[in-house]
Each structure stands twice: as C-alpha cells, then as structure tokens.
C-alpha cells in the first residue's frame, strides 16, 4: 500500500511538471482591467472629487524639482521609459549586504568603479563567466555592487523656504561611503530602478514588496503601522484622526517612501508635512519649462506656453489643486494645532500640511494609473483564434521575421518564462486584474477591437493556463512552488532566480521597520499554527491551497507522514472550516482544499520544516516585460546591461544555485543554439510601445535637470558645490519638455549610453 502510494505521488508530480511547461500566454494589455478602489472617486463622500485635477496634481508632483531636498524629483530616476538610464555616478557598493564589503566598493569588469565611475560596457556583466553560457565555468569578475540610481547627499534637515529655491537647507557633509577623496558624491540608491509604466497592475511594488496594497493615508506600511491615520474635519470646528483603508493602492504607499528617503530624495528628518510647508503656496513646476501641448496640463488651462515658447510653471499652486481635487474635508479645518508641529516652538501644522502624504500618494497613484503602454506589436498584432497566439500578418514583417519572432515565443514558452512573466503584462505580480478577466463576466471583454477575449478561466489561452502559473479568479497572493529545495511557499509575482548571492541581499526575505516580515507566505506559516496576532496584511486566511501549483494537504490517508505536504494521517481540515466558510468552490484540484490542523502544521516545525517551508530570502518582484527594451540595466541589482546577457543568464541557469531557486531555471535549454536567444529577445522587443519610445502621450513630460555625475572621474572630482564645499560640483542631464506628439528621435536601450 505504501509503495503505491508513493507510486502516485511520483506520477502526480511527473504530470504537473508536464502540464506547467506552458502557462498563461503573453496577451494584450488593451482594456486589461486597472485594480479598482473602492472610496477613492466613488461612495457617498468620495477622497477624489475631481478626477482630472487630481491626475494633474500627480504628474508636476512626479517631475517637480522641487520635491526633493536637493534637486531631486520623482522623475529624476523614473525619466526613460519609466526607468534610469544615466552611466554616471550609479553604484551602489551593496548596502542590503550586512557584510563589511557591502560599504566598500569593488573593481568592476573595466578596471574601474565606484563613485562617479562612468560605466562601460566591460562592467557587465557584474558577475562574469569565462563561458557566459555555462555557469560551472570560471567566474572571472564578481561583486556585490549595484548599478542603480544617484539620489540625494543626505545631510541633517533645517528648514524649507515656503516659496523659492529648490534645495532644502540642510547640514550636508561629504557622505563616508559615497566620496572620491574625499570630496562628497551623491549616494546611489542600493536596489535598481524599475520601470513605473504599467506599475499600477501590481499588485505590491518595490522590489521586496514593501509597498502594502493598502494605501494607510501615511506610510508605506499599510494596516502594519499602528500610528497611521489622515485628518477628517467633523464638524464646523471639529477634526480627528481616521484610519484610512485604501485597497489596491501599491502605489500611493509607494509615493510616500523616496520624499523623505536619505538616499532617494530627502535630507535626513524632514517628513512629508514639511514637503507640503516648502510645495503648497508654489506654483507647480516653478522652475521647469512645460510643453504648451501637454497632455495632461493643456486640457485644463494649466499652460502659460505658447506655441512659439515653452515657459515654466504651470498658472495655479498646489494648495489650490489639492483644493480642487480634493474632498473637502481633508482641507478645509482652518485651525492650528491638532496636527503637530515640526519642532517645539515652531508654527504647528496646519491641516492641508497634515495630510500632504495622502494627496501627494493619491495624486501620484492616479497619474501613474495613465501610463499604461498597451499599444505594442504584441497588442496590434492580428492573433490566431484557436491557439490565441499573435501571427504577426499583414504588420510589414518579412516571412523571415515572422518566423523568428514565432520561434521566439515558442522558445519563451517552452523555457517556462511564461510561469513567473505570465499574462499580459508579462509578470504574475498583476494579481488583481488578472483575477478579474479570469472571472466569468457575461458582456465582459478585453483586448483590441479585433480580437476582444472575453473573461473567464480561458482568458490567458485555452485550456485555463493561468492555473499553471497558480493564478485564478479568486485571487491567491501565495502560492506553493517547485525549488530547489523542494516544494515551498511563495509570494506570486515574486521569484528567486539565482542572480545574486542570496546572502548579498534577503529582498522579500527581510522585515519591515517594525520587525514583521514582509512576506505573505511568512505571515501564512502563521495562520496555519494558529498565530492570528502574526498575520498583519489582510487577506491570509482565505488563501485557496486547491489552486496552488504544488499541494501543501491533501484529504487522503496515506498511512505515514511525507515529506514536503500534509496527508490526513499528519491531520488535516477542510479549507476554510476555521472560518465556516469553506474554499472548495471550483477548485483546480478539490483534493487539495484541505490545510493542516494547527496541531499538525505546529509539530511539523520541528518534526518536518519542509512542510511549512518558504523560498521568500533573496526572492524579488517578477518585473514587466512590457518595454523592456528599454529598461536596462535589468534585475534586481542592475547587474546585466543588455536583453542578450540576460538570455545568457537564464541560458546558464542562473548564476547562484540555492534552495530557494525556482527549479525551472534549472531547466533552460537555451545555450544550445545562438538562433534561439536571437529569436527570444526579438520577441520580447515586441513588447515595447511605440509611444513610450517616442514620449508620445500619455508618455508626454514636463523639463527636468538630472543629476548626471560629478566633474572628473572616479579617481578625482571637483570640489565647490554649491551646497557645500566639500561636496563635488556637479553635472547636469537636461531633457527638455515635451508634447503630446512626442519627439522625432526615440530614446534608446540603455546599453546606446554606455561609454
């Protein structure tokens, strides 16, 4: 009896490795649903009253100067494509490593690195094979420096002026890491910056995730920060202290982060309320020129441009915005005194200062909510109606090309790459909207007007592939994947790949600020043993383990205990059944909707660990593929500089093999033939948008002057900033303000810059 049962589990997993080769196919992004929130623009008193206004707020926040301490806007990293494309003055010597090598920098592939290094195209990739096809040959160059993105030179906040000047005034030292003899740089943010177009699908940003789903009004944290809460007018002269519950808002969490960043954005102390003190009574974008054809700031009147001259500002202020954009209970308390104040003796917060972290995290949500790139080949193309796959016809394609593009799908799908970059969106983070076409909506359609798809378990391709990448209707936000070291709890749309040493970085492995991990599955682990007070995101305890890829119980009694899964003989509980709600319903396998019992799941911690295992440390968000041409550098630590070195690394199977490693990058047959990784990165370049390409609209920008670098070199700079005078003088990317119609020459992929 035993030996049949163990015949079965073998034949079972024989056949779900089989099945889960394929996955969902890479779609059209046309009418893909946007996450909604419910409270924001609808209810009887909603946040936004204006919508228009409230996306215009959001964009000359994004670009405006002004934001940051020093210079810095949100744009400053954000301006190509989405991403960061400057060669200067870009890396990080590895701060996410606790080891003494994580503050120094190291000699790059050129011979050269560190501060104000001007990379070149010898320094990638950062870890280098002899054979950049076979990982088991010689590593010729490592490191765990980052390429990143320049920010801001920190230093100890003073004050901000209430209508002039961009910087800040601050104390600002030369930074004990990030100098050239020492002669201050500016710091390098320690994780790559990945591209905001399209990032409104995910359904948690950051790399690690730590920007919650749920927008608190305050923080990044979501309902895990105990002191978070907005200000609400009451009465005529009444206001308190609300939460604030803002589902699907990865994004405004995200916004309230890099502002008050020491690295990012902000000296060390200022918090978002003073923001709103030096921004609120300025005009937008003071010093930057805006595009009399703007798209978004010339519908409004917000323009003084002309079509013969580009000037700066927009005719309105940013109290008046919010004013106009927002409910107005959130501005209108005109007393002083419940807010705070930034110091004793100093004047208190006013109302609209108070809950500057909503607006600017709301405003920046909803104009980022406009830049989706869903105008691609891949979403133009004319599309096979059994296979659902595009056939490239009648797009001015040679029959040559077609053939390489149709291989090159066929190569990504036959790889599994369809498994984590699923959909269309090309990553499994978009949780949320795809649950939603995966439901079977009568009426309800997306995709371009030639080929509309509508909602169901087929959405992603015939034969409901998404369940092979573990997404489904009911959206799960955990999943069971196949590791290297066996069956393990994951977060969806986060993967370890090997890229790195898992020791250099713990990504979605690490805490928050107040000791709690930043995983689902951690927090699932402790549902299981019945730890109620250890799930802090909502949500946890209505995951379906019946769609999860690999099963963590399954009903049967097979006479003994597993490894690596629960069986009625360990003890086991219909899913649900502790809430009295039970999740059997249209199950991917019913008989997996079972769960251990707490006592079972709480000996297995001791007895079996692999039971309730989690491959989280050193796993990072699954990124778009949409545009990622030009998004380089690429991964999580900016370490491969070009789409034919990251086929290259998925060709050798990773760099760092370690247990969380997802198994299927073990499985690449990709270093065989130079034809196919051709074909593979001229598929993926079908899923870059012409607009973003061109700037055209909604990819349209005001001005903006970068950072780009110091004056001299890696070995000596030119002191006498202007900041202070141990700081390095600076130089300076300016990308001039465009229109709706975009500019006659694209940008190019990041490798173009590269000395």
């Known amino acids: 009896m ?185 710091r390098v943010e320690p994780r790559n910056t990945p591209t905001v177009i399209n990032a409104i699908f995910n359904y948690r940003n950051f790399w690690d995730g730590r920007a919650n789903n749920v927008f608190n009004g305050s923080s990044p944290w979501g309902e895990r920060d105990p002191n978070a809460g907005i200000w609400v007018r009451t009465g005529a002269r009444s206001v308190e202290k609300q939460r604030l519950h803002l589902e699907n808002s990865s994004l405004a969490s995200l916004s309230t982060a890099p502002p008050i960043d020491p690295t990012e954005m902000s000296c060390v102390g200022r918090n978002l309320a003073m923001l709103g003190r030096k921004l609120l009574l300025r005009k937008p974008l003071q010093v930057q020129k805006v595009h009399f054809q703007d798209s978004v700031f010339g519908p409004l009147g917000l323009t003084t441009s002309t079509p013969s001259e580009d000037k700066v500002g927009l005719n309105t202020t940013y109290k008046a915005m919010i004013t106009k954009a927002f409910n107005s209970k959130y501005w209108s308390h005109t007393a002083l005194g419940p807010f705070g104040a930034p110091a004793p003796g100093q004047t208190p917060y006013n109302q609209v200062e ?85 439901t079977p909506t009568p009426g309800k359609f997306y995709g371009p007007a030639h080929f509309r798809i509508p909602y169901g378990p087929d959405a992603f391709g015939a034969g409901d592939d998404a369940k092979f990448a573990g997404l489904s209707r009911f959206e799960n936000v955990i999943d069971r994947a196949n590791t290297v070291g066996g069956f393990k709890f994951t977060d969806l749309g986060f993967a370890n790949t090997g890229v790195a040493n898992p020791l250099h970085d713990p990504g979605l492995g690490a805490d928050d600020i107040f000791g709690n991990p930043l995983s689902f599955s951690k927090q699932y682990v402790q549902y299981l043993v019945g730890n109620n007070q250890g799930v802090l995101d909502h949500g946890l305890d209505k995951q379906r383990g019946c769609d999860f890829q690999y099963p963590l119980a399954l009903g049967d009694d097979f006479g003994e205990s597993f490894e690596g899964f629960f069986n009625a003989f360990d ?120 607009r973003v390409k061109y700037e055209k609209a909604p990819f349209d920008h005001p001005e903006i002057v970068i950072s780009n670098g110091h004056e001299g070199d890696e070995a000596e700079i030119t002191s006498g900033n202007s900041l202070s005078p ?30």
């Open 726 to 755: 141990v700081l390095g003088k600076e130089q300076y990317l300016t990308i001039p303000a465009v229109g709706a119609n975009g500019i006659s020459e694209p940008i190019a992929p990041f490798v173009d810059y590269l000395q």
């Open 2 to 186: 035993r030996f049949s049962h163990k015949i079965f589990l073998g034949s079972w997993l024989l056949i779900s490795q089989a099945a889960i080769a394929h996955g969902p196919e890479t779609m059209p992004l046309q009418d893909l649903p946007i996450p909604p929130v419910p409270g924001l623009l609808d209810g009887s008193s909603p946040i936004v009253v204006d919508k228009n206004m409230a996306i215009a707020l959001g964009k000359a926040l994004f670009w405006d100067m002004n934001v940051g301490s020093d210079g810095q806007a949100c744009a400053s990293c954000h301006f190509h494509a989405g991403a960061d494309a400057r060669v200067k003055n870009q890396i990080n010597p590895g701060e996410k490593n606790n080891q003494p090598s994580g503050h120094t920098f190291d000699i790059l592939g050129s011979g050269g690195g560190g501060p104000n290094h001007t990379l070149t195209l010898a320094d990638f990739p950062l870890h280098k094979f002899a054979n950049p096809l076979d990982n088991k040959s010689e590593v010729t160059s490592t490191t765990d420096d980052v390429v990143s993105s320049a920010g801001t030179y920190a230093g100890s906040f003073q004050g901000v002026n209430r209508f002039n000047g961009i910087n800040d005034a601050c104390d600002r030292t030369a930074d004990p890491v990030f100098h050239v003899g020492g002669v201050g740089t500016r």
């Open 571 to 690: 003890g086991v509980q219909a899913e649900g059944s502790r809430e009295g709600v039970l999740l059997q319903q249209e199950c991917t396998d019913p008989s997996h909707a079972f769960i251990p019992t707490v006592s079972a799941a709480t000996a297995s911690l001791t007895s079996d660990p692999s039971k309730l295992a989690d491959s989280t440390q050193a796993a990072f968000k699954i990124p778009t593929l949409r545009n990622i041409e030009l998004t380089g550098p690429y991964m999580h630590n900016g370490s491969l500089a070009t789409l034919e070195q990251v086929v290259e690394f998925y060709a050798r199977t990773g760099n760092f093999n370690n247990p969380n490693m997802n198994e299927f990058v073990t499985q690449m047959a990709l270093a065989s033939s130079a034809k196919d990784r051709a074909d593979l990165v001229a598929f993926m370049k079908t899923l870059t948008d012409d």
């Open 354 to 438: 108070a809950n500057f972290s909503m607006f600017f995290g709301i405003a920046l949500q909803m104009y980022q909510a406009t830049l989706i790139s869903d105008q691609a080949p891949i979403d133009l193309s004319p599309r096979d109606p059994g296979s659902m796959r595009p056939t490239w016809q009648g797009m001015g394609k040679t029959p040559d090309e077609i053939a390489s593009l149709r291989n090159g799908q066929q190569q990504f799908e036959g790889n599994h790459c369809l498994i984590c970059h699923s959909g269309s969106l090309g990553t499994s983070a978009a949780i949320t909207s795809y649950a939603a076409v995966l």
